[in-house]
């Protein structure tokens, strides 16, 4: 019996061995195959910007706002860092408020998420979110911009005349969103906690069913630690340009909305993760959902239909009706 027993074992090892071989050399397949695809994309993009966008375009667009901003530092940051994010946040919300509000168009509120819900949006709680939205936006957003710009300015590279090259935009891009992940998460688990839940982040989730001006519906205390400093901060420790920091925050508003929108719509980034982490509370806290993953806290998630909906829409057939939530069982 003991020889079969330590027989089976051993077995039994072999067996989690070729399973670990196996899992590792299938990681590195898939590793080495994203890596070359992402160079060749890069370096089809980077040609695409530098020969049909009529070579130095961008460059020549730069210098001539430059020169008519008579190279004021200072105007040039708020302009890149406040003005043109804020422009984009509200031109796609704008266009959200359309199908929030009045239910139109259905080409829009067809791939609602969560059916019934906000059809139409209530007025009045929508008012408060967009007077709370704007008193983060003047009163700390800008605020925390102030020491930000000097920050930037101690670098001596945030406001060259030179562009930064599109492949080491893509580099910062990358890195901006690594930043962006982990203080994000970890800050967003934090107000999680149950007393600065009760106090602070219980704001944010009085909407359980989200639309996409509610992405910083936030106290101002979550609005500076959870929402602003995460996408700060990349920029900061990379002394990056002006352009690329704006070209960052306009990217981190938008899809902040989408995350948030409550519309699944086609070739758009999926909102089902962060969807479902107001509908459930406890789940899928981070933005790209590695962290979750690591930690376990998108196991739920993953038991759902909602997960097998996160993926991008590449069809007019909205995945609700694809792929429909199981029919609810009578009690």
Not at 58 to 75: I, K, P
Not at 304 to 319: D, G, I, Q
Request: glycine share 6%.
């Amino acid at each position: 019996m003991e020889t079969d027993s330590g027989y089976s074992s051993t077995a039994e090892l072999q067996k989690q061995g070729k399973k670990l071989s196996d899992a590792l050399r299938i990681t590195a397949y898939v590793f080495c195959t994203g890596l070359l695809i992402f160079t060749a994309l890069v370096n089809i993009a980077s040609w695409f910007m530098q020969y049909i966008t009529l070579g130095n375009f961008w460059q020549t667009a730069w210098l001539e706002f430059y020169d008519h901003m008579e190279g004021d530092e200072w105007t040039i940051f708020l302009t890149g860092a406040a003005l043109v994010p804020a422009l984009a946040f509200w031109g796609f919300n704008g266009i959200l408020l359309v199908a929030d509000t009045t239910g139109k168009p259905t080409f829009i509120t067809r791939y609602r998420i969560q059916l019934g819900k906000n059809d139409p949006v209530d007025r009045k709680k929508l008012w408060k979110a967009i007077y709370t939205v704007l008193g983060n936006q003047f009163f700390v957003s800008f605020p925390m911009l102030v020491p930000m710009f000097y920050i930037m300015k101690w670098w001596e590279n945030s406001f060259s005349k030179e562009l930064p090259t599109f492949q080491w935009f893509l580099v910062e891009l990358s890195i901006f969103t690594v930043v962006e992940e982990i203080l994000f998460y970890y800050t967003h688990r934090l107000v999680h906690h149950p007393v600065l839940y009760k106090h602070i982040h219980k704001k944010h989730h009085e909407w359980t069913a989200p639309i996409g001006v509610v992405s910083i519906y936030a106290h101002p205390v979550e609005h500076i630690v959870s929402n602003t400093l995460p996408v700060m901060t990349g920029p900061m420790i990379m002394g990056s340009h002006i352009v690329s920091v704006s070209a960052w925050f306009s990217i981190a508003l938008v899809t902040t909305s989408i995350s948030h929108c409550g519309y699944h719509l086609p070739l758009l980034p999926s909102p089902e993760f962060h969807d479902f982490h107001h509908l459930k509370f406890n789940q899928c806290y981070g933005v790209l959902g590695v962290l979750d993953f690591l930690h376990g806290t998108d196991k739920m998630f993953r038991q759902t239909k909602a997960f097998e909906r996160h993926k991008v829409l590449l069809s007019l057939t909205p995945l609700s009706e694809s792929i429909p939530e199981l029919p609810q069982k009578d009690e």
